[in-house]
């Protein structure tokens, strides 16, 4: 099969069996029918296209569905949590049809959360959906990463590379190389030489280094890069 980033993923996820080689989830090979469902209760796919995943006509019944299929206890209090993760609460009862592309994706990531799996995986999660939507899974993405998940994260908005810890470029069906992120800026030379765009945030920081600024980011937004600025120009 051809190896593409989202094929990549889904053989991570199970979803693909690899024809040569294997892969190993905390010891669960993926190739392991006996084994699927306690794979599915390790790892999680969220897709591109959001409507690929909503299955039924009600929220709830969404979010339900993965528990009922891996027999999962406590599935009203896995539900309401999940939910109120992604800040779909008030829309339990909804209809899912009247919901926007944004507030679907969200909800496929409930459906996930409320499994409580151990990595979380994202297939270019936000393509489809308008920016205030994409600004709520960022928030989302942040606040799993503090409660310790791990989430692995395919993107071809460059700028959202700077949501991830470590960061790696897939090249000709191989790892071209990695480095975590506050190592981006030393590495924006071999970004360049791959034809890989420099994130927004940082070709402002390279900016300003060339003119003998130096500024060292925390959290690497555009809001952070306005106040240092500020901070600066106030000296």
């Not at 992604?86 to 899912?96: A, G, I, Q």
């Not at 899974?137 to 991830?164: D, G």
């Amino acid at each position: 099969m051809a190896l593409g980033k989202s094929t990549f993923l889904n053989l991570i996820s199970g979803i693909f069996k690899p024809t040569k080689g294997e892969i190993l989830i905390d010891g669960i090979n993926t190739k392991s029918k006996k084994d699927f469902l306690e794979l599915r209760k390790k790892i999680g796919i969220v897709f591109q296209n959001p409507d690929n995943q909503i299955l039924f006509p009600r929220v709830y019944d969404d979010v339900e569905f993965a528990l009922k299929n891996l027999n999962l206890d406590n599935k009203k209090e896995r539900i309401e949590n999940a939910l109120k993760k992604v800040n779909m609460s008030e829309f339990k009862e909804s209809d899912t049809y009247e919901l926007s592309l944004g507030q679907k994706q969200r909800i496929n990531l409930a459906s996930i959360l409320a499994v409580k799996p151990k990595y979380i995986v994202l297939d270019e999660p936000t393509t489809m959906i308008d920016s205030n939507e994409k600004e709520n899974v960022y928030k989302i993405i942040k606040e799993l990463k503090q409660e310790k998940y791990t989430i692995i994260f395919v993107t071809n908005n460059i700028n959202e590379i700077l949501l991830s810890d470590k960061i790696f470029v897939l090249q000709d069906k191989n790892i071209k190389f990695s480095f975590n992120k506050d190592e981006i800026i030393e590495n924006s030379e071999i970004l360049k030489n791959s034809e890989v765009r420099i994130p927004d945030v940082i070709q402002i920081i390279l900016k300003l280094k060339e003119n003998n600024i130096n500024i060292k980011p925390k959290n690497w937004t555009i809001d952070e890069m306005i106040s240092e600025i500020i901070k600066i120009c106030k000296k």
